[in-house]
């Protein structure tokens, strides 16, 4: 499947997903392999170190740290790197519902990270926005 670019196709068929089982952010202390191993959602490495998105529950079994609960909504539609507006359009309907959203690239979905309790409430608001474009 082709990657879409056009906002008002990646609205319309965004179609988001949500896995209601908790993530929770962590740094990580050690090397990148033994989190690898962990089965993250997702790793980042910044200039403060390497961070981990994991499953609540492994974060927990493994002590690490962490500050809130998150649950992932992935947007079903084959987002193209190069779109130009889709973040800002779902962030901006989130904004307006006072959702925080933290978006995680993939190469062929977008990935939004909500507080746990916002979980079924940013979904309203995602199914809504994708019925309205």
Request: proline share 4%; glycine share 6%; with cysteine.
């Amino acid at each position: 499947m082709t990657a879409i670019t056009d906002l008002s196709e990646l609205l319309r068929s965004m179609t988001p997903e949500l896995n209601p089982e908790p993530v929770v952010f962590c740094v990580a202390t050690g090397e990148a392999s033994q989190y690898v191993a962990m089965a993250p959602r997702a790793m980042c490495w910044e200039a403060e170190g390497l961070t981990v998105v994991l499953p609540k529950a492994v974060a927990q079994i493994q002590g690490l740290a962490f500050d809130g609960e998150f649950v992932q909504i992935t947007l079903q539609v084959h987002s193209s790197l190069q779109a130009v507006g889709l973040t800002a359009a779902f962030a901006t309907a989130l904004a307006a519902e006072g959702i925080s959203a933290n978006v995680i690239a993939g190469y062929h979905h977008d990935h939004i990270f909500v507080a746990k309790d916002d979980g079924q409430r940013a979904m309203a608001v995602l199914t809504a926005l994708s019925q309205s474009a």
